[in-house]
């Protein structure tokens, strides 16, 4: 079990640049979710995957947001014509489908700076 | 949808006193709860979860949460802080026990430890 890992840890791109991230879930884990969390802020939901299926998506996604996890198992998240207020840490966790009994494993983050 | 209230944005004790951490949350149902830890430029890892099962749960490090149901609360507790202990420290409840799961997370608790 080598976790949940998170690339690129960190990335500085120009105001509408795209930027894209990925996360490696955890192999036997079928649930994978982003979250995103602002400076001084607690983890905000994005969006959340049941295998490849994106089941659910927050209001906060934007239509400048894309995920994607194909083949259900690693997933990317990218950012289209990105804007200071994207800046933030990305974080993604992952669960068995007993998530809130056995907990969820978040990933270090990408933390994202536009300038 | 479900809040959460962490009072104080910055908790101060010194070494080997007793760490209190306090956290609220909004709920007419019994929900799942979880305290995570984030050391600068990391994720989340996760300290302790009350899952309906005993109301006083322990967790790693030493730390421990009572779940008071008449109070809303699930306050995290240490009686001998460390060093070590040092970081950002977020309470969570469960939005929903179907679908989703996801965790809904209050703003967070800096702990600071004075030698």
């Known amino acids: 079990d080598t976790g949940v890992s998170q690339n690129p840890r960190h990335k500085i791109t120009k105001r509408g640049q795209n930027v894209t991230f990925r996360c490696d879930p955890i192999s036997e884990h079928n649930r994978l979710y982003w979250y995103r969390q602002t400076l001084g802020q607690g983890p905000e939901f994005l969006t959340y995957f049941q295998n490849e299926a994106q089941l659910e998506k927050s209001r906060l996604l934007s239509d400048r947001f894309s995920a994607e996890r194909p083949k259900g198992s690693f997933s990317t998240l990218e950012i289209q014509r990105t804007e200071q207020g994207d800046s933030a840490m990305y974080l993604c966790?992952?669960?068995?489908?007993?998530?809130?009994?056995?907990?969820?494993?978040f990933g270090s983050g990408t933390r994202l700076t536009v300038v | 949808a479900q809040s959460v209230t962490q009072l104080g944005s910055h908790v101060s004790v010194s070494e080997g006193a007793l760490v209190l951490l306090r956290c609220n949350y909004s709920?007419?149902?019994?929900?799942?709860l979880f305290w995570y830890v984030q050391y600068p430029n990391q994720g989340l890892q996760l300290l302790l979860k009350y899952t309906s099962a005993a109301t006083l749960v322990k967790g790693i490090n030493g730390f421990e949460a009572e779940f008071k149901k008449s109070e809303t609360s699930f306050h995290l507790t240490k009686p001998s802080a460390h060093m070590s202990d040092a970081a950002e420290y977020f309470c969570a409840v469960s939005e929903g026990i179907q679908g989703a799961q996801k965790l809904v997370f209050g703003q967070g608790t800096r702990l600071t430890i004075n030698p």
């Open positions: 709920s007419s149902v019994p929900p799942y």
């Open positions: 966790a992952s669960s068995y489908d007993r998530g809130l009994e056995y907990g969820y494993t």
